[in-house]
């Protein structure tokens, strides 16, 4: 099945700095490749996603971009803010787009 | 925004028992999904649920589990005879089409004792 890596499992970065999150996967037949922030007892909240037919997405502040070839995909944001603290993971859906899996997660301190 | 609602948002229940936990997914959503995290693990995938039957299902999700639509609103997941190591956050999520825009609920956080 499939596997999906996340790096680093922290993070911490000063205010207005960018963060990069990376995420790799194993699964050739991933299709759909979200983003979740989770913040502290709460679910997961999808913040951005991307496609497979896709390299690169923006939004405002985060972007995602994706290596097929590699499969490999990743997060960033810029100019980070104290409320960009959070839990990030990243994830892949099966080709059957019945089944997330998740990498393990990524824990941004964004200090003021 | 619509929202995906869990109940309780945390449940104490004696090693063995029986619990319920309860969804409701966003109201036009035709695929429902429930996912556990072990605190300071991965969020796993346990079930997949459209047109009223188990699409999917993960190695955890074993006898001791089922899922129910009882009704056109509510979804549910019943754990048999709990164990000390069912103790995890429970999340349940839906979306409109196949394999994109999950929406998670917040959880309910099981603690079995």
Redesign the interface.
């Known amino acids: 099945g499939e596997n999906v890596e996340q790096h680093p499992s922290t993070l911490s970065v000063q205010e207005g700095d960018s963060a990069v999150i990376k995420c790799t996967y194993s699964d050739s037949a991933s ?2 490749f ?1 983003w ?1 922030k989770q913040e502290l ?6 913040i951005i ?1 991307i496609r497979s037919n896709v390299g690169e997405k923006k939004d405002q502040r985060i972007a995602v971009t994706l290596n097929k070839t590699a499969k490999h995909f990743s997060l960033h944001i810029t100019e980070t803010q104290p409320e960009d603290s959070a839990v990030y ?1 990243c994830a892949a ?2 080709n ?10 990524t824990r941004l301190m964004v200090k003021p | 925004e619509p929202e995906v609602t869990q109940t309780p948002s945390h449940q104490v229940t004696q090693m063995g028992q029986e619990v319920i936990l309860r969804c409701v997914p966003i109201s036009n959503h035709l695929y429902f999904y429930w996912y556990r995290q072990i605190l300071g693990q991965k969020v796993e995938f346990l079930v997949s649920f459209y047109n009223n039957e188990i699409s999917e299902k993960s190695e955890i999700f074993d006898d001791q589990f089922s899922v129910e639509r009882p009704d056109g609103s509510n979804f549910t997941l019943k754990i048999r005879s709990t164990k000390l190591e069912d103790s995890a956050m429970y999340f349940c999520a839906s979306s409109l089409g196949q394999g994109r825009g999950y929406t998670f609920g917040s959880g309910t956080r099981l603690t079995v004792v």
Not at chain 1, 96 to 105: K, Q, S
């Open positions: 299709n759909y979200p979740y007892g709460k679910g997961p909240q999808l996603d993971f859906v099966n059957a787009g019945n089944m997330l899996t998740f990498g393990g997660g």
